[in-house]
T-cell receptor
């Protein structure tokens, strides 16, 4: 099963609007990462937030982390057509004696010019 | 600095064949992880290599294997291909093991189609 579940699964907005996507996870984490994937390509690392941080900014991106609710949100402000992509949260999970980074199901964002 | 290089970009194979995919990480990165991405299952972790040793392994059959060389380049091999192995295979490099909380740098992936 997936560690992270993004919500919504798909989002369509007009250029200039803000886009918010959420991620919920199941187990305790020491960090959470967000990635972007353009169609059929590799993922691009956007931001990493540690468990002792509540909010982090990078350009037009704002990420929040609520460890008590096991959730994170990614806000993209003043969206552009080039922001059209799928967005994934990723968390380290441990099972069977090893750790791996598990990706959520993704939010598909469409920004309409 | 060169990015993560995956070869080939596209591959078409027949059921029952085997395939080898290659990944060259960013210079200085010692950790290489492999993921399989399909529309139905999303991104699934295959394995992670660090300093030529497989450290972590996902829930995939033994037909999926890999290795890492002394220069940190990694290969993954899938034997006895099945139709369900059709997927985008992504390689990700990191300066250190994921327990040290570094983000990944991904390659563009290898699109494998099994017919």
């Amino acid at each position: 099963s997936q560690q992270g579940e993004e919500d919504p699964q798909a989002l369509s907005i007009q250029e200039g609007e803000n886009a918010t996507m959420n991620c919920s996870y199941k187990t305790s984490i020491n960090n959470l990462q967000w990635y972007r994937q353009n169609s059929g390509r590799g993922l691009v690392h956007l931001i990493l937030i540690r468990s002792n941080e509540r909010e982090k900014h990078s350009g037009r991106l704002r990420v929040t982390l609520d460890t008590s609710k096991k959730s994170s949100s990614l806000l993209i402000t003043a969206s552009r057509a080039a922001d059209t992509a799928s967005y994934f949260c990723a968390t380290p999970t441990r099972g069977g004696g090893y750790q791996k980074v598990t990706f959520g199901t993704g939010t598909k964002l469409q920004v309409i010019p | 600095k060169a990015g993560v290089t995956q070869t080939p970009r596209y591959l078409i194979k027949t059921r029952g064949q085997q395939v080898t995919l290659s990944c060259s990480p960013i210079s200085g990165h010692r950790s290489v992880s492999w993921y399989q991405q399909t529309p139905g299952q999303g991104l699934q972790f295959l394995f992670e290599y660090f300093s030529e040793t497989q450290r972590n392994k996902g829930n995939f059959p033994g037909r999926f294997s890999g290795r890492q060389f002394s220069n940190s380049r990694s290969e993954m091999n899938v034997s006895t291909l099945e139709l369900g192995d059709s997927a985008l295979y992504l390689c990700a490099s990191s300066p250190a093991r994921q327990e040290n909380s570094y983000g990944y740098t991904f390659g563009s992936g290898t699109r494998l189609t099994v017919v």
